[in-house]
């Protein structure tokens, strides 16, 4: 599954980059916050960053691909615990309005990796999720611009959903 995502996705990028040279290209970099949500949930959000690259298809459609790491960690009687979940995912965004101000909504279609490590022991599980996102950016030059966005994943286990909120808040530039 992960080779097919990652296929899926360089194929992807190779086609945008040699359709159009002129187009726009972005990258954007966000700190941020990752909480597990739903019944009986209760766990310390996870910290991380997250980073992406996009294509403007048009003045309102961009595509991509994003990366994060999120972890949390804590100490019982001297042993260290560490928990983390790793997005890896193709994206797809509509900006409604251009301008200094650009809001937009978007999708994100991945794969999500939740580990553990206790000690020296770590264990970890990929999954398919998908998020559902707004955001907005404010440019404050013509090339660098503001970010913050909030998500819903939901990420589809073995016998189980997990639902994840996410919020972030970082940086967008322009490539011309």
């Known amino acids: 599954m992960k080779k097919t995502i990652l ?24 700190l941020g916050m990752q909480q597990l949500v739903g019944e009986n949930i209760d766990s310390d959000p996870l910290f991380g960053f997250g980073l ?70 770590r264990n970890s599980d990929s999954y398919f999720g998908v998020a559902p996102l707004v955001g907005a950016n404010y440019f404050v030059t013509d090339n660098i611009g503001i970010n913050a966005n909030a998500r819903f994943t939901v990420v589809f286990g073995e016998d189980d959903t997990a639902n994840l909120l996410g919020i972030g808040i970082g940086a967008t530039y322009l490539i011309d």
């Open 7 to 30: 296929s899926a996705a360089v194929v992807a990028i190779f086609a945008l980059f040699s359709s159009n040279l002129t187009a726009q290209i972005s990258a954007t970099g966000n």
């Open 52 to 121: 992406e690259g996009k294509y403007d298809i048009d003045e309102s459609l961009r595509v991509g691909l994003g990366f994060g790491s999120y972890s949390t960690k804590d100490e019982f009687l001297g042993i260290e615990f560490r928990s983390f979940v790793r997005p890896l995912y193709v994206l797809g965004e509509y900006t409604f309005i251009e301008g200094p101000f650009s809001p937009y909504a978007g999708l994100n279609l991945g794969l999500y990796t939740f580990g553990a490590k206790v000690g020296d022991e």
